[in-house]
């Protein structure tokens, strides 16, 4: 497999709006089987979500009754998942570009992040974005980080996609990330090297 080509013919955020894929060689085992969406890349350094980690409990309900949103029950139930090792206690929605607020981050124009009580509000009341997850801590990168692990061939990236996103079943999402890229799983080799 070529290595990516990582220059400076490449844009600082050429990464955002991308899925990041880890590979089997993945040492960091807060990332094994992985896929992020990374939704800020700039010379400054990088931030994602993990789209592929779901979390049993707190249950959304759970997390709205701790934090005084009503209606309680809300009218409307979200995933939760985690969404990287920082600040785990912070939570993140990531949710279709149909809801916005001052404070939302427009990671491309189908995708935005919010951390905010509204779209809470809005959510439990029945409304909100069409789709959404929320999602409790994030993965972040220091300046050239990512781009290091990158041309380590740590991680592969592919276009983001609703259905891996959004969709629940959480066991298959690495899988069909990489299929997306036309590889086989079955047929990638944990040892890292070059040709």
């Keep these: 497999m070529a290595e990516a080509k990582l220059s400076r013919a490449n844009p600082p955020n050429w ?25 800020s890349h700039t010379e400054e350094g990088a931030m994602g979500v993990v789209v592929n980690h779901p979390l049993r409990t707190p249950k959304f309900a759970d997390l709205l009754s701790q934090l005084g949103v009503a209606p309680s029950p809300p009218r409307r139930e979200l995933p939760v998942g985690v969404g990287g090792p920082v600040d785990e206690t912070r939570g993140f929605m990531l949710h279709s570009a149909d809801w916005f607020s001052d404070t939302s981050l427009q990671v491309d124009d189908t995708h935005t992040l919010s951390a905010n009580l509204d779209i809470l509000q809005a959510v439990a009341e029945g409304g909100g974005p069409e789709k959404a997850v929320l999602l409790l801590g994030y993965a972040g990168w220091g300046e050239g980080q990512l781009d290091q692990e990158m ?41 890292a090297g070059r040709a």
């Design 151 to 191: 041309r380590q061939n740590s991680w592969l990236s592919v276009a983001a996609d609703d259905a891996i996103i959004f969709d629940t079943t959480h066991n298959t999402k690495w899988q069909r990330a990489l299929t997306k890229l036309g590889i086989d799983p079955g047929m990638l080799s944990g040892a």
């Design 15 to 39: 990464l955002t709006g991308q899925l990041l894929i880890a590979m089997p060689a993945m040492q960091d085992t807060r990332f094994v089987q992985s896929v992020i969406l990374v939704c």
